[in-house]
């Protein structure tokens, strides 16, 4: 039985592009597979405005604080994350006044650009220590930070914190006022993914 030339093209072609499809699918990975769980650790320099120049008055200071930190991200899902920091600003004091962030809140990050760059928005909740004047006193005080910053993935397991913004409220900081402190700073860092 003779069978068309016509018909064994059209077949022959139908199935190259099944077996197309099926080559194509088998080159990635299906992203509903891909494991989001993630956690990053890394380290940051900080320089920040204490909002306290002395005398028991919540004011701009004469020296900005400077002082290093470390963070860690939680991924669990892609809108789903968790960011831990502490800082240490204890460089370039101001007659003896340091400040310490103990910190931990959710992170959501807003997009990713170009597949590196990746703008954030956080909101942090935690405990900060402050060194008044000369060593005189000190305080424990809550502490809510807002902030923001990007990072940029620079290798499969290595990030940079090309910057990071934060603005605190520290309410009911000092037992005679009842005014708040409102440090705010920039931090930098790098971030190594460790699984």
């Given at each position: ?35 989001e ?6 380290g ?65 990050p ?17 405990i ?8 005189q ?15 940029v ?26 005014s ?6 920039f ?9």
């Amino acid at each position: 039985m003779w069978i068309p030339m016509r018909r064994i093209f059209v077949a022959f072609w139908a199935c190259m592009m099944c077996a197309g499809s099926v080559a194509a699918r088998a080159q990635v990975a299906p992203s509903a597979t891909r494991p989001e769980f993630s956690i990053t650790a890394g380290g940051l320099f900080s320089a920040f405005q204490p909002d306290y120049g002395g005398g028991g008055i919540a004011e701009a200071s004469p020296n900005r604080l400077y002082g290093f930190g470390a963070y860690a991200d939680m991924r669990i899902r892609r809108w789903v994350q968790l960011e831990a920091e502490g800082r240490w600003l204890r460089l370039n004091q101001y007659l003896n006044i340091n400040q310490d962030n103990y910190l931990i809140g959710p992170r959501v990050p807003i997009s990713t650009y170009f597949g590196r760059v990746t703008p954030y928005g956080k909101i942090l909740f935690g405990i900060s220590h402050m060194n008044f004047e000369f060593g005189q006193t000190s305080c424990r005080c809550a502490t809510i930070a807002y902030g923001g910053g990007a990072d940029v993935q620079l290798t499969k397991r290595v990030s940079w914190r090309a910057i990071d913004f934060e603005y605190q409220q520290w309410p009911n900081w000092y037992a005679l006022q009842t005014s708040q402190l409102h440090p705010y700073g920039f931090s930098t860092g790098i971030g190594y993914k460790l699984f």
